[in-house]
C-alpha cells in the first residue's frame, strides 16, 4: 500500500518539486491549495500529468484553525493516518520593519508560522497512536541567520525551528520524527520576485554562487522522510549553497 502524505503550498516554487518527488517516491498526496484557486490547481495537477491515484487536490486554507481542524479530521477518515506531513506554505510581505504594517506581520505569521498548528495538530495524535511518521517543516535560511526587510517572515522562520525541536520530543516516544530543512535563496517566483539589484548583491554573497534549484530541497524532503533518516529527529538541515553554516 502506499504512503500517505500532505503538503501545504503544493503548487509553489518548492511545494511543486517535494510533491514531484513524493509522487515519484510512491506516496499517496493530498496536495492542500489556497482557498479560490481551484482552476489553477487543477492547472497544475495536469500541467505535471499525476493521476487521481497519486494526488488529491485538497482545498483548505491554512491560516485557518477550525476549518483545518474540521476538514483534516475528515480527510483523515477518507484517506487513513498520514505517514508525512510536510509544511511548506509560505509567503513573504517583504520591507523594513519601521514601516512595516500589522497587516504585513500577522499575514505572514498566520501563513508561515500558526499554520504550522493549524495542520499538524490535527493529524499528529493519529500519527503518534499508529508508532511511526514524519513531519517535516520548510523553514529558511532567514529563519536561521534573520534578514533585513523580513523581520515578519524570519520571525515566523525561526518559530518553525523551535516547534520543531518541542515536537520531536513528543513525538520521539511515538516513533514520530519531527526535522526542519532551512533552504536558502531558491530559484521560485517568490525569490525571482525580488528587486534585481538585492537579489544580485545576495547571490554575490552565497558560497556556491547560485541559487538552489527546487529539486535540491525536494531530494532533501525525500531524504528525511525515507527510512534511512529514521534516527535523526529535531535537526534543521540547511540547504543554502554556505550563505549561513551555522
Ligand atoms: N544590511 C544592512 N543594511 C541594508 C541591508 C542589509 N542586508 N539591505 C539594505 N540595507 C540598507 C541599504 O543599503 C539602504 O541604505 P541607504 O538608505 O543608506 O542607501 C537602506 O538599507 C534601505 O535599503 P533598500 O533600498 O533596500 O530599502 P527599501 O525600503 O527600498 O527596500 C526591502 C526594502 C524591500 C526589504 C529590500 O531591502 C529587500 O528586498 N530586501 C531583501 C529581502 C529578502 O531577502 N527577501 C527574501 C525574499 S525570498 C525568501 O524569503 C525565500 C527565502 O526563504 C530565502
Same mark, same amino acid.
Given at each position: 500500500m502506499k504512503k500517505l502524505a500532505l503538503i501545504t503550498g503544493s503548487k509553489g516554487g518548492i511545494g511543486s518539486a517535494i510533491s514531484s518527488r513524493l509522487v515519484e517516491n510512491d506516496y499517496r498526496l493530498i496536495a492542500t491549495y489556497y482557498t479560490g484557486n481551484y482552476e489553477c490547481a487543477k492547472e497544475w495537477f495536469e500541467s505535471k500529468g499525476f493521476t487521481d491515484d497519486q494526488v488529491r487536490l485538497f482545498e483548505l !486554507? *491554512? &491560516?485557518n484553525t477550525n476549518e483545518c481542524q474540521k476538514k483534516l479530521e475528515e480527510i483523515q477518515e477518507e484517506e487513513g493516518t498520514f505517514d508525512l506531513v510536510v509544511n511548506n506554505a509560505?509567503? &513573504?510581505? !517583504?520591507g523594513q520593519f519601521k514601516k512595516m =504594517?500589522?497587516?504585513?506581520?500577522? !499575514? *505572514?505569521? $498566520?501563513? $508561515?508560522? $500558526? =499554520? *504550522?498548528f493549524n495542520v499538524t495538530q490535527p493529524l499528529f495524535a493519529a500519527m503518534c497512536e499508529k508508532g511511526g511518521g514524519r513531519v517535516i517543516n520548510i523553514s529558511s535560511v532567514n529563519g536561521q541567520k534573520g534578514q533585513f526587510g523580513q523581520? $515578519?517572515?524570519s520571525a515566523a522562520k525561526a518559530g518553525m525551528i523551535g516547534f520543531t525541536k518541542a515536537l520531536a520530543?513528543?513525538?520521539a516516544r511515538s516513533g514520530v520524527t519531527v526535522n526542519v530543512i532551512a533552504?536558502?535563496?531558491t530559484g521560485t517566483p517568490m525569490v525571482e520576485a525580488m528587486r534585481e539589484d538585492v537579489l544580485d548583491s545576495i547571490k554575490s554573497t552565497i558560497p556556491l554562487k547560485r541559487l538552489a534549484k527546487p529539486e535540491e530541497i525536494a531530494a532533501a524532503v525525500a531524504y528525511l522522510a525515507s527510512d534511512e533518516a529514521a534516527y535523526i529527529t529535531g535537526e534543521t538541515l540547511s540547504v543554502n549553497g554556505g550563505l549561513y553554516m551555522a
Amino acid at each position: 500500500m502506499k504512503k500517505l502524505a500532505l503538503i501545504t503550498g503544493s503548487k509553489g516554487g518548492i511545494g511543486s518539486a517535494i510533491s514531484s518527488r513524493l509522487v515519484e517516491n510512491d506516496y499517496r498526496l493530498i496536495a492542500t491549495y489556497y482557498t479560490g484557486n481551484y482552476e489553477c490547481a487543477k492547472e497544475w495537477f495536469e500541467s505535471k500529468g499525476f493521476t487521481d491515484d497519486q494526488v488529491r487536490l485538497f482545498e483548505l !486554507d *491554512v &491560516t485557518n484553525t477550525n476549518e483545518c481542524q474540521k476538514k483534516l479530521e475528515e480527510i483523515q477518515e477518507e484517506e487513513g493516518t498520514f505517514d508525512l506531513v510536510v509544511n511548506n506554505a509560505g509567503i &513573504t510581505r !517583504d520591507g523594513q520593519f519601521k514601516k512595516m =504594517s500589522a497587516e504585513a506581520w500577522f !499575514d *505572514v505569521i $498566520n501563513t $508561515n508560522l $500558526n =499554520s *504550522v498548528f493549524n495542520v499538524t495538530q490535527p493529524l499528529f495524535a493519529a500519527m503518534c497512536e499508529k508508532g511511526g511518521g514524519r513531519v517535516i517543516n520548510i523553514s529558511s535560511v532567514n529563519g536561521q541567520k534573520g534578514q533585513f526587510g523580513q523581520a $515578519n517572515y524570519s520571525a515566523a522562520k525561526a518559530g518553525m525551528i523551535g516547534f520543531t525541536k518541542a515536537l520531536a520530543a513528543e513525538g520521539a516516544r511515538s516513533g514520530v520524527t519531527v526535522n526542519v530543512i532551512a533552504p536558502g535563496y531558491t530559484g521560485t517566483p517568490m525569490v525571482e520576485a525580488m528587486r534585481e539589484d538585492v537579489l544580485d548583491s545576495i547571490k554575490s554573497t552565497i558560497p556556491l554562487k547560485r541559487l538552489a534549484k527546487p529539486e535540491e530541497i525536494a531530494a532533501a524532503v525525500a531524504y528525511l522522510a525515507s527510512d534511512e533518516a529514521a534516527y535523526i529527529t529535531g535537526e534543521t538541515l540547511s540547504v543554502n549553497g554556505g550563505l549561513y553554516m551555522a
